[in-house]
C-alpha cells in the first residue's frame, strides 16, 4: 500500500486530537475531583452514583424524622418529670396534713397550695408544644383536660398513637396517651381533687397518701416507658449514622478520582503529545509552500 504525505498528517492530526482530547479530559477529573463530567462518559457510573444519591438522601430524611422524634419524646419526658414533681410534693402536703400538728394558717397554706399544685397538673396534662397538645394523641389540636368554674377537672384524652417511621420499616411511638399517665378517666385528677375535698373537711387525709402514691407510680411507670423508646432511638440513629459513612465512602470510591493516578496519566499523555509533535514535525515533508518563502 502507497503511504502518501497526506496520509502521514491525517494520522498525525487524529493522533495529536485524541491525545489533547484524553489531555483535556484528566484535566477535567483533577478540576471537579469526578471520574465522569456527564452521564455519557460512563453510563454505569452515573447509574451507581444516582442510586447512591438516592440513598444518602432517604438517610437524611430519616435523621431529621429521628430529630423530630427525639424533639416530642424529650419535652413528653420533661412533662412527666414536672407532673412527678406535682405529685411528689402533694404526697409530702398530704402527710405534713395528716400530723395533727398544724396551725389554722399553716394548714389553709397547705390547701392552697394543693390547688394551684392541681392546676399545675392541668397545665401539663395540656403541654403545647408546637400548637400540638402532646398528651391527645391525634386529636393534638384540641386540650385535652379542663377545668370548669367551680373548679372540678374534667379529660377527654384520645389515645390515638403517634408514630415516625426513622427507618425503613421502623417507626416509633413518639406519643405518650394520656390516659396512661393521668389515668383512664382521669384517676390522677381525682385522687388530687379528692385530697383537696378531704383538706378542707379535714378528714380522711391518710386515704389520699395511697391514691397520691397510686398516681407517682403510674407517672413513674410512664417515663420508664418513654425513656425505653428514647434508648431505642439512640440505636437507630446510631444505625442510621453508620450506614451514611458507607454509603458516602461507596458514593467516593464510585465517582471521585484518584488523583496521584490522574496526575501520572495526565503526565503521561503530555509526554506522548510532546513526542508526537516532535516525531510529526520530523516526518512530514517540506511543502512548495516552505520553497516559496
Do not use: C, W
Request: net charge negative.
Amino acid at each position: 500500500m502507497r503511504v502518501t504525505q497526506g496520509m502521514l498528517s491525517n494520522n498525525l492530526l487524529r493522533n495529536v486530537t485524541n491525545n489533547s482530547t484524553q489531555m483535556n479530559k484528566y484535566m477535567d477529573q483533577l478540576y471537579t475531583g469526578k471520574k465522569i463530567s456527564k452521564p455519557s462518559d460512563d453510563p454505569m457510573v452515573a447509574m451507581k452514583g444516582v442510586s447512591y444519591r438516592s440513598e444518602l438522601s432517604r438517610m437524611e430524611q430519616f435523621e431529621r424524622n429521628t430529630s423530630e422524634a427525639n424533639s416530642r419524646l424529650d419535652n413528653t419526658d420533661a412533662a412527666i418529670d414536672q407532673a412527678n414533681n406535682a405529685l411528689q410534693r402533694l404526697r409530702e402536703l398530704a402527710v405534713k396534713a395528716s400530723n395533727g400538728t398544724n396551725s389554722s394558717d399553716e394548714y389553709q397554706s397547705i390547701v392552697e397550695e394543693a390547688k394551684q399544685l392541681e392546676e399545675h397538673l392541668v397545665d401539663i396534662a395540656n403541654t403545647n408544644v408546637k400548637g400540638k397538645y402532646i398528651f391527645n394523641g391525634t386529636n393534638s389540636d384540641t386540650p385535652p383536660v379542663s377545668i370548669d368554674d367551680n373548679g372540678a377537672v374534667t379529660s377527654n384524652f384520645t389515645d390515638d398513637d403517634v408514630q415516625i417511621e426513622v427507618s425503613s420499616g421502623i417507626n416509633v411511638k413518639t406519643n405518650m396517651n394520656g390516659s396512661t399517665v393521668f389515668g383512664e378517666d382521669g384517676e390522677l385528677f381525682h385522687a388530687v381533687g379528692q385530697f383537696i375535698d378531704n383538706l378542707e373537711a379535714e378528714e380522711n387525709i391518710e386515704d389520699s397518701i395511697s391514691d397520691l402514691e397510686t398516681s407517682i407510680n403510674g407517672v413513674l411507670d410512664s417515663r420508664a416507658e418513654i425513656g425505653a423508646r428514647m434508648n431505642r432511638l439512640e440505636l437507630v440513629e446510631n444505625r442510621l449514622a453508620d450506614q451514611k459513612i458507607v454509603t458516602t465512602e461507596t458514593l467516593s470510591a464510585n465517582e471521585d478520582v484518584d488523583f496521584a493516578e490522574t496526575i501520572t496519566n495526565l503526565m503521561t499523555q503530555e509526554s506522548l503529545h510532546r513526542a508526537a509533535l516532535s516525531a510529526g514535525s520530523r516526518i512530514i515533508q517540506p511543502s512548495l509552500v516552505d520553497f516559496l518563502r
